[in-house]
């Protein structure tokens, strides 16, 4: 996982990085002091401390549904669906997110128009707490997260 400030006004492709010049990156602790985003490794290999760690994060955040996305080149109407995961929104409740496959981009707004970059890969593991503003787009080679 790697975090970063992303530029104030990003042009061009969503799913490049957009980093702030020079680039600063931030660690998983400021995330969650930031942003109060909460962020895991999941070793995927090892399918109990898989289990283990998802039961976990359910009985926490009381989550009992599960939904699989993949998204890839094949998908019919893929940019719509891309332009769709990019408007910003706001939950109600705490948000879980972990990739499977691939990689993402999950942007998080932490102050009036201030946004961070997310870079998750294969086992990492996010939760954007309600009420706060994100998005999500992948990076160029698609993804698969739950």
Known sequence: MQIWHMESYPTGDQRMPHHVFPPKMITT??????????????????TLSMKKRLSYVR???????????TLDENIMDLEDKLETLYEPVEKDEDEV?????????????????????IFLERGDLIIIPKGKPFRCTTTSTGSKYA
């Open 29 to 46: 602790d400021q995330l969650f002091n930031i942003a109060g985003v909460i962020s895991y490794k999941v070793d995927l290999a090892d």
């Open 59 to 69: 009985n926490e955040k009381d989550k009992i549904a599960t939904d699989v996305l």
């Open 97 to 117: 997110f972990m990739v499977l496959e691939g990689s993402m981009y999950y942007d998080v707004e932490h102050a009036d128009d201030k946004w961070i970059r």
